[in-house]
């Protein structure tokens, strides 16, 4: 990270630009048996200087400062500077009442990346890889734990795609179809067609499906 990180504040929302993404978890939720509970993740390290603001803010949250070997052996990637501070953020996954939170909810954290039109979603078409730079944005929540961050939202300027291996040595094996009484079907799936909205437009949230509690979050795409 040649540039340093800059930490931004307005009201609860909370930009970090120049952070390296060490681990995004946003596609899937990421499962924790010790509590029983699902959430997207994402972790990322800053300059000493943004943590400092940082850790003022939400004194409640872990960060750990690395030397800078000490960083690269633990995370494989290539960094300068003196130290990097590492944060981990998540958002559960399901409503207090079970529910999935739905993916048109601001609350459901996901990924941008720049396009001519603003910005473009590619949170289940992209993998972020450990490396990746861009910015972080979060909301500042105060609950009867304290004020704490949570992810809303990461725009990759410098993506490092993470490509899964494939299933065998020639790739990824086409799933098996089930039989039909007309026989078996043509291995060419339908195209599923997103009914997403392009990213750079707000959609509202139907107040009928908004739970309590997510007044506190904007509507705006935080990029």
């Known amino acids: 990270m040649s540039e340093q990180s800059r930490f931004e504040q307005d009201g609860d929302s909370v930009k970090v630009s120049n952070v390296m993404f060490l681990y995004t978890q946003f596609q899937k939720p990421a499962h924790s048996a010790k509590y029983n509970k699902t959430s997207w993740q994402v972790s990322f390290a800053m300059s000493r200087e943004a943590a400092v603001i940082w850790h003022k803010a939400f004194p409640n949250q872990k960060v750990t400062a690395y030397d ?3 960083f690269k ?5 290539d960094a300068d500077g ?4 590492v944060v981990q953020l998540s958002q559960d996954a399901k409503l207090k009442d079970g529910r999935d939170v739905e993916y048109s909810w601001t609350m459901r ?9 603003g910005v473009e979603d590619i949170t289940m078409t992209k993998l972020v890889g450990n490396g990746s730079m861009g910015i972080m944005a979060a909301k500042s929540i105060t609950s009867m734990q304290g004020t704490n961050a949570k992810p809303e939202a990461i725009l990759v300027e410098e ?3 993470y490509k899964k291996q494939s299933a065998t040595p020639f790739g990824d094996a086409a799933p098996a179809q089930p039989a039909t009484p007309f ?3 043509s291995q060419a799936q339908p195209q599923q067609v997103s009914q997403e909205p392009p990213a750079h437009v707000t959609q509202p949230i139907p ?17």
Not at 73 to 77: A, L, Q, W
Not at 109 to 117: D, E, G, I, L
């Open 109 to 117: 954290p996901k990924v941008y990346s720049p396009s001519p039109n």
């Open 68 to 70: 800078i070997q000490a």
């Open 183 to 185: 026989g078996q079907p």
């Open 207 to 223: 107040a009928t499906d908004q739970p309590a509690g997510f007044d506190q979050f904007t509507d705006d795409i935080p990029f």
């Open 73 to 77: 052996d633990k995370f494989h990637v």
């Open 159 to 161: 993506l490092i795609e």
């Open 82 to 85: 003196d130290k990097l501070c």
